[in-house]
């Protein structure tokens, strides 16, 4: 069973305010991933790092910002919601090799008002 | 470009019924695959994976699934469905020069009837 966490799980807030989605991992896995989930749509990347103080932007671009300051921490904020960033978020790692499989944490649902 | 089709956004079997679910993938070099299932409100879990060898996998709760090279396919089955495998399947494909990068079909929705 994979131990990656996410938290918040859901969130409603308004236009303009700043959050933070948690998620963490005890893998001791370098690679962690952010992924952004609409329905129908394919999972895209938005962020993901190779190991600490290394963050790259992914394929879809994105006003969310990311930080690997521990190994099993990895965080996305986003400065100044707005309802065009309602959307699932989905964290993963995966394990070290180049045929390593994702584990996923349980996704937090952001809506913004 | 990288890419995968799941052509079947949704399908309907009843339980007791066999299950194929389809995914054609456009890669540059050798493909990982992988076959994901996310149950509503959770994150994805892996089903099973193809790296290699024998193009037949066997994966959790009873699913395998078939690489065919020529056809740039990694096909999921099941000989009997359950009416808990009703969830969200989303085909995957990876390689190594890519970083570890992953690139997901849109997923198929399985509805299972008693």
């Known amino acids: 069973e994979a131990d990656i966490y996410q938290t918040p799980r859901y969130l409603v807030i308004g236009t303009g305010k700043k959050i933070t989605l948690e998620c963490s991992q005890t893998m001791g896995h370098d690679k962690m991933y952010w992924y952004q989930q609409d329905p129908g749509m394919e999972l895209h990347l938005i962020h993901y790092s190779y190991g600490v103080n290394s963050t790259e932007k992914g394929d879809l671009s994105s006003e969310s910002t990311v930080s690997r300051i521990r190994t099993e921490h990895f965080p996305l904020t986003l400065e100044s919601a707005r309802p065009s960033h309602t959307s699932q978020y989905l964290c993963a790692s995966s394990e070290p090799g180049r045929t390593g499989e994702l584990f996923f944490g349980e996704g937090s649902r952001l809506t913004v008002l | 470009a990288q890419s995968v089709t799941q052509p079947d956004i949704h399908i309907t079997v009843s339980e007791g019924a066999s299950l194929e679910l389809r995914c054609n993938y456009s890669?540059?070099?050798?493909?990982?695959l992988f076959w994901y299932v996310q149950s509503p409100g959770q994150g994805l879990q892996l089903l099973l994976k193809y790296f290699s060898g024998d193009t037949l996998v066997q994966g959790i709760k009873g699913f395998e699934a078939e690489f065919k090279r020529s056809q740039s396919s990694f096909n999921l089955r099941k000989p009997s469905v359950h009416w808990s495998d009703a969830a969200e399947y989303f085909c995957a494909v990876g390689a190594m020069y890519t970083g570890n990068q992953f690139y997901f079909g849109t997923g198929t929705s399985l509805t299972v009837i008693p």
């Open positions: 890669y540059g070099a050798t493909p990982y």
